[in-house]
């Protein structure tokens, strides 16, 4: 069974479009993530939520919008796409968070290249 | 703030060869460690993690990395490289609820 699983897995959208991208985890973790790793590779948190909370929000355009229906999912919705939002987009999971708990290690999915064209 | 720095962009060893990767750390407290792997096309996975006690920690793979507070390091080695081990490799520090990721190593093995 995939641990964290996102779909889709390739996305190619035109400009100004809306898109979602959709991350399950069966680990029965409270903590998840979404992280974007841009063409140079680097990887950088763009949201953390507990227990469908937003605890994190790495200065995200608002056209990013996360949605925790429960502490098992962790959507991301995409307002008017523009070219640099083409990356590859990771959700991950971890156990607990929170600021005076052990902080462990992330839980990945496999990624969703998102190509705006 | 929590900060990584992975000095390294790109590495090539030779295939039976010892690895070294370096990452460099900037917190306030106690860190909490990490040096996650990323094959093509893949998601990352942990290799290791240090919290605290031993400060060498093996990991998965033939990996093991090193805690060095007096260096603010935690560089990950390998004593025999394998055709495998190419992919990108990231160093992480956590806490509150995040980690931050270094830029990533490459690491290219030669036959």
């Known amino acids: 069974d995939t641990a964290v699983s996102q779909t889709p897995k390739y996305l190619v959208t035109q400009m100004g479009n809306d898109k979602s991208i959709k991350c399950e985890q069966n680990?029965?973790?409270?903590?998840m993530y979404w992280y974007k790793q841009d063409s140079k590779k680097f990887l950088k948190i763009m949201f953390s939520?507990?227990?469908?909370?937003?605890?994190i929000n790495e200065t995200v355009p608002n056209r990013f919008s996360p949605k925790s229906p429960d502490k098992a999912h962790l959507n991301l919705h995409i307002n008017s796409l523009e070219l640099g939002d083409s990356a590859v987009y990771f959700c991950?999971?971890?156990?607990?968070?929170?600021?005076?708990?052990?902080?462990?290690?992330?839980?990945f999915g496999q990624g969703t290249r998102l190509t705006v064209v | 703030a929590q900060s990584v720095t992975q000095p390294d962009i790109h590495i090539t060893v030779s295939e039976g060869a010892s690895l070294e990767l370096r990452c460099n750390y900037s917190?306030?407290?106690?860190?909490?460690l990490f040096w996650y792997v990323q094959s093509p096309g893949q998601g990352l996975q942990l290799l290791l993690k240090?919290?605290?006690?031993?400060?060498l920690v093996q990991g998965i793979k033939g990996f093991e990395a090193e805690f060095k507070r007096s260096q603010s390091s935690f560089n990950l080695r390998k004593p025999s490289v394998h055709w495998s081990d190419a992919a990108e490799y990231f160093c992480?520090?956590?806490?509150?609820?995040?980690?931050?990721f270094g830029d990533g190593t490459t690491l290219t093995v030669k036959p």
């Open positions: 917190y306030g407290a106690t860190p909490y």
């Open positions: 991950a999971s971890s156990p607990r968070s929170n600021p005076t708990s052990l902080n462990t290690e992330a839980f």
């Open positions: 992480a520090v956590g806490s509150a609820g995040k980690s931050t």
């Open positions: 939520y507990n227990n469908k909370e937003l605890i």
């Open positions: 240090y919290f605290s006690g031993d400060t």
């Open positions: 680990l029965g973790h409270d903590t």
